[in-house]
């Protein structure tokens, strides 16, 4: 029985179906079905390692289907056809860096059968200034929006963006988020940074040991967890707390003791007769990425 | 995908990747430049042969084997390891451009760049160093040095199938030097022991040397068939060789250090 809401085929552009893959004796996806519907900016969420990648390039016929299937536009992956009506941002170091940006997008351009203009590629993107320079010359940020311009080449129905601001700096990622947030394209985003499918994704999933873990919004992804996130410097140990009411989980992240808990006045309170040298404490709301670390906990 | 458009992706990809290439001043210098001043120097100026074996019509064959085998190497070795090596060729695997856009735009920049230095050492030759040849001569000598391309270029792609980006220039320049040298493109093979000389009867470079100096009536006598024979055989090898090392690899698969 399937156990997800199904939709009609024409709504869904691609589809993991059960699917496993093995890198030698790695087990990197574990019967992952996925999929993606028309319109939506789905966030495959999880740590690295999780399977993100692989994922990805199974979607982009990269990848031969070891057990399960794959379709994308209802056909497979590789087919010419579905090359040429989407379009791929990779964890890809460079493209010929002697040449100039607008030389390497009138090259990727020329592989599509109707592309969007370059003019068009090169402002959508944000890089018309850039347009003369060599892409070997430009920044890590100023390079990644040129591979973006190359994703939309194809003026993609599909857009495939794994992993597109790791390595850029604040600035560089906020202003490829707002170029992404301006296309309305169906997409799949992966990537370990939560606050980048809070700010793009419609509907997450998250992924851990190659197996779907959650499926929702931002917003149902962050209920999983309800509670605050108290944080403090003390000799207070984890163990001697996990039992405490309310406690969902405590850890040690560097210097600090972290609990995640529902009755945070309660801990606090006990926290304090614990230990009166304790200090640095906060109490916080439960972001994504605490909500994402909870799910992705190691069973004991 | 249509015909023109088929035929606009391989001009514009031959034409991109000649032009990066271009603008690589290291690999223009070495491969354009290296021929002509080793043909200029040592055929030339330092003119050491006998009135029997005019060493600078000698060295016309096999400086311009030289100059044909150094962009193939490189173009074929060190570029293609590093695009892999870059994600370059997965990114445009996930594109409809076709494969043998890419090969073929490869093969041709050698081809270029081959076709550049055969033309200026053909022109050095006759204008500076009185290399007097039958018109026939001249033309089956660039022919034979052309057609050194293919080989060579599978040669290249055998390297830069299995080798990382970052060591592809080393062990490339550890085949091109050694085995220039050793098939006697610098020094005339003749010169070498008998030992060495039939050492050299392995190397790819040496045959297609002899094809060249077949040309000019200065081979070692040995038949041209055993000479395309083992060069149309190495072919196939290298060709096993490369196809086996994108096997191993996944394609163009991304290869982690």
Known sequence: MENQPTHSDESVLARLSSVTHHYGSILALDELDLEVRQGEVLGVLGPNGAGKTTAINLLLGNLRVQQGSVSVFGQDPGAMQVRERRGAMLQVSGISGNLTVRENIELFSSYYPAPLAVAKLLSTAGIEDLSERRFGKLSGGQKQRVMFALALASDPELLFLDEPTTGLDVDARHRLWDEIRTLEVTAVLSTHNLAEVDALADRVIVIHHGQRIADGTPSEIKSHVAGRLVRCVTSTLPDEITQFPGVIQAKVRGRHLEVQTTLPEDLVRDLLARDEDLVDLTVEAVDLESAFLSLTKESP | ?257
């Open chain 2, 1 to 257: 995908m249509t015909v023109n458009r088929r035929i606009r992706v391989y001009l514009l990809e031959a034409h991109y990747q000649f032009i990066d290439v271009l603008r690589e001043p290291l690999f223009s210098i070495s491969v354009l430049a290296f021929p002509l001043v080793f043909y200029l120097f040592f055929g030339v100026i330092l003119n050491f042969g006998g009135t029997s074996m005019p060493m600078q019509t000698y060295m016309l064959a096999t400086y311009g084997v030289f100059g044909i085998l150094g962009p193939a190497l490189f173009n074929f070795g060190v570029g293609l390891a590093t695009e892999r090596d870059t994600g370059m060729l997965l990114l445009k695997q996930t594109t409809p451009m076709p494969v043998g856009a890419y090969f073929s735009a490869k093969v041709t920049t050698a081809l270029i760049f081959g076709a550049t230095v055969v033309s200026a050492l053909f022109l050095i030759a006759a204008y500076a160093a009185g290399v007097a040849l039958f018109r026939w001569q001249w033309f089956a000598l660039a022919g034979v040095l052309l057609a050194g391309v293919v080989p060579f270029c599978t040669l290249g792609l055998a390297i830069g199938a299995w080798v990382k980006g970052r060591s592809a220039v080393a062990i490339v320049n550890l085949i091109f030097l050694p085995m220039s040298m050793l098939s006697g493109l610098w020094i005339p093979i003749y010169v070498f022991s008998d030992f060495m000389q039939n050492m050299a009867l392995v190397l790819p470079a040496y045959h297609h040397a002899q094809l060249a100096l077949k040309v000019i009536g200065m081979d070692s006598g040995q038949p041209i068939l055993l000479h395309v024979i083992v060069l149309v055989g190495q072919t196939f090898i290298f060709l096993i060789v490369a196809a086996l090392g994108f096997r191993r690899v996944g394609g163009f698969s991304i290869r982690k250090s």
